[in-house]
């Protein structure tokens, strides 16, 4: 719902059981993104940990890697101390859950009262994320201009965050005169 303040046009939305404006409280997001290592039983605890710690949500990210990169860039070498893979694809694949690990981790933070969301970055991991049921998507800075990913998202019809860390103010207005355009 939009409404006027001081001639300013302000957003309500609603994410989960929440309704955020100017007026509620803050909203806090536990930036979960691929912290886990890979490892849902450290997924687990981190969406425990921030429920405890009063997050009223979790974000993830949700990549198809072999539909992100090019075959160059997915079979790469990467030899790093951090690597979880032999190429930088394959270390990207570790850090991903499948349908059957996304659907215990959302219920698991329902179950702790918190949303469940994740940031997607191509079409595949919208369809993927709305199977799951997620009540709202983030769109990452580095997405921030991919004008065919946000009205992707957004016919999905759910409310959409957007980050525009390191982006140019050019950017950003152009991304919400798009938005508004929508």
Request: net charge negative; proline share 3%.
């Amino acid at each position: 719902m939009n409404r006027k303040k001081s001639g300013v046009l302000m957003v309500e939305i609603k994410i989960g059981k929440y309704t955020i404006s100017e007026d509620s409280p803050c909203f806090v997001i536990a930036e979960i993104g691929h912290n886990h290592q890979g490892d849902l039983e450290i997924a687990k605890k981190m969406i425990a940990a921030a429920a405890e710690n009063g997050a009223h949500a979790v974000k993830f990210q949700k990549r198809s890697n072999k539909n992100l990169f090019t075959d160059e860039m997915y079979n790469k070498p990467y030899e790093n101390e951090n690597s979880y893979g032999k190429t930088y694809g394959l270390h990207r694949e570790a850090l991903e859950f499948d349908e059957s690990e996304y659907r215990e981790l959302k219920k698991l933070a329902d179950e702790q009262g918190i949303v469940f969301f994740a940031t997607p970055f191509d079409f595949w991991s919208v369809d993927f994320l709305e199977k799951i049921g997620v009540p709202c998507y983030k769109i990452a800075s580095a997405s921030l201009t991919d004008k065919n990913l946000i009205e992707y998202t957004l016919n999905k019809g759910k409310p959409l965050l957007v980050s525009t860390g390191m982006s140019t103010i050019e950017e950003i207005d152009e991304t919400v005169n798009f938005l508004q355009g929508s």
